[in-house]
C-alpha cells in the first residue's frame, strides 16, 4: 500500500495556513463564500440500462476539475423503506424528481459541475428542467442503445424491472434536440466518455437546452 504521510502533513498543514487567512479576514465565519459562475451540468438521457451510469462514472475519472455524479436513483435510494401503495407509487415517485430537479439546480447555483443520470422518461420531467436549470450551462446527451441490447441488458443484470428499457424507449428522446448523441450499443462507456469529454470545451451556442427552452417554454 502506498505510503501517504508526507502528503497528509502536506495536506494538513496548507489546510491549516488557509485556515488562519480565513480567520483572518472573516473570524465569524459569516461572509457566504463568492460562487460567481454557475457550475455545468451534463445531463445524461437516455432509457434504463443504456448505459448512463457507466458513462458517469467513467467521465467522473477523465474530465478535468470537479465533478459530482447526481443520479435519480441516489434520491430513491434516500426514501424510507415502508410501503407504498400501488395508487400512490407515481406521485412519489414524481415528487422525488421534482425535488431531484430542484437539488440539481442547487448543486448548480453553488457552482458545481455536474453528471446528471436521469431519464426524461415523462414529458413534465423535461419541461420542469427548462425552467429550473440554466439553459447555457446545461449540455444535453442523447445516450442511445438499440433495444434488443437494452433488453439483453436488462435480463443479465436482473435488478431492473424486465420491460422498463422498452417502455422508456419512445418517450426519453422525443423531443430529439441533443446537443451530442452517443451510442452504447456500439461504444464502450469509456468511449462515450471520451466523445463527451472532447465535446464539452468547444460546444456551440445556442445549447440545445436554450433552444428547446426558447420553443416549448416560451413560443412566440
Ligand atoms: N457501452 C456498454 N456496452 C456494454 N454494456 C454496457 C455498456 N454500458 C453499460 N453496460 C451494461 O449495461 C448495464 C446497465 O448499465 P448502467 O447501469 O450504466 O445503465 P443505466 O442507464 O445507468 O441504467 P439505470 O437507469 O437502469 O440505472 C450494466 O450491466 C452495464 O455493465
Known amino acids: 500500500m ?3 504521510t508526507n502528503d497528509n502533513v502536506a495536506t494538513t498543514a496548507r489546510e491549516a495556513a488557509t485556515a488562519a487567512t480565513a480567520a483572518t479576514a472573516d473570524p465569524t465565519h459569516a461572509r457566504i463564500p463568492d460562487t460567481p459562475a454557475g457550475g455545468k451540468v451534463i445531463l445524461l438521457n ?4 443504456s448505459g448512463k451510469s457507466s458513462i458517469a462514472q467513467a467521465l467522473l475519472d477523465m474530465l478535468d476539475g470537479t465533478w459530482f455524479h447526481m443520479p435519480v436513483d441516489a434520491f430513491h435510494a434516500m426514501r424510507c423503506k415502508g410501503p407504498i401503495a400501488d395508487e400512490d407509487l407515481q406521485a412519489e415517485i414524481d415528487r422525488t424528481c421534482k425535488g431531484f430537479h430542484r437539488a440539481v439546480a442547487g448543486m448548480a447555483a453553488g457552482g458545481n459541475n455536474l453528471i446528471v443520470d436521469y431519464p426524461l422518461s415523462r414529458r413534465w420531467r423535461l419541461l420542469d ?3 429550473v436549470l440554466v439553459p447555457e450551462d446545461t449540455i444535453l446527451i442523447a445516450v442511445r442503445c438499440p433495444l434488443p441490447e437494452l433488453e439483453r441488458r436488462e435480463r443479465e443484470r436482473g435488478d431492473r424491472q424486465l420491460g422498463l428499457a422498452a417502455m422508456q424507449y419512445d418517450q426519453v428522446h422525443s423531443h ?8 452504447s450499443g456500439l461504444l464502450s462507456p469509456e468511449e462515450c466518455a471520451r466523445r463527451i469529454r472532447e465535446f464539452v470545451p ?4 445556442p445549447t440545445a437546452f436554450e433552444r428547446l427552452r426558447q420553443t416549448l417554454r416560451n413560443p412566440t
Not at 46 to 49: A, R
Not at 176 to 183: A, K, M, R, Y
Not at 202 to 205: A, P, Q, S, T, V
Open 2 to 4: 502506498a505510503d501517504h
Open 46 to 49: 437516455g432509457t434504463s440500462s
Open 129 to 131: 428542467l427548462l425552467d
Open 176 to 183: 430529439e434536440l441533443h446537443d451530442l448523441d452517443v451510442d
Open 202 to 205: 468547444g460546444r456551440l451556442r
